[in-house]
């Protein structure tokens, strides 16, 4: 099955980048294990506490979209190629109302943010965000120019505001916006 016509070749660069820094182990597909090393990284990268609260947001995204992919009905695991991937993301697009996915997506990324916000000063500071992305592997080297981009009003510290729009950008704009940088910089090619 391939993509359907209507979809935007940035939109799919930036969803093969995220399905990259997933693919831990650089097989072509996603699999339990690859989905949980990110977990084990913010159990290594937060306190317990702070890291329960990830954790369970991870684990709500593996059980809303992952899991469903990755299990077939008699609970046999299986793993997610790329291709199965863009297209279970555009035929998710295309059967639901966009407004909606992107209410979804920004109660999801409130909580991220909620999650993320460590001192819970209402921002997420460099550290905090170097934090998170250090989660699903984003090399260090990035992480100023993601960061940077992200922080739209140069303030040096990302607004609530200024997450959950980066967030959503990423998985549905189509052309480039700052959120492009949400999971750090796009592969080259």
């Not at 120019?145 to 189509?174: H, P, W």
């Amino acid at each position: 099955m391939s993509l359907p016509v209507s979809s935007s070749s940035f939109l799919c660069k930036k969803l093969t980048h995220y399905f990259a820094i997933l693919d831990k182990d650089s097989d072509g597909k996603i699999s339990q294990d690859d989905l949980d090393q990110v977990k084990t990284r913010m159990y290594t990268l937060y306190s317990k506490h702070d890291a329960a609260a990830l954790v369970s947001l991870w684990e709500e995204v593996c059980k809303n979209f992952w899991y469903p992919a990755m299990y077939k009905t008699d609970c046999s695991a299986i793993q997610v190629t790329l291709q199965e991937y863009l297209n279970n993301e555009m035929l998710l697009k295309v059967n639901q109302p966009v407004e909606h996915l992107k209410c979804l997506s920004r109660e999801y990324f409130n909580k991220l943010f909620d999650a993320i916000d460590i001192n819970k000063d209402g921002v997420v500071s460099r550290h905090e965000y170097a934090q998170h992305v250090l989660c699903y592997g984003i090399d260090t080297k990035d992480i100023d120019a993601c960061f940077q981009a992200l922080d739209t009003d140069k303030n040096g510290t990302i607004s609530r505001e200024e997450f959950v729009e980066a967030g959503i950008q990423f998985f549905y704009d189509m052309d480039e916006t700052p959120g492009a940088y949400f999971f750090g910089p796009l592969s080259r090619g």
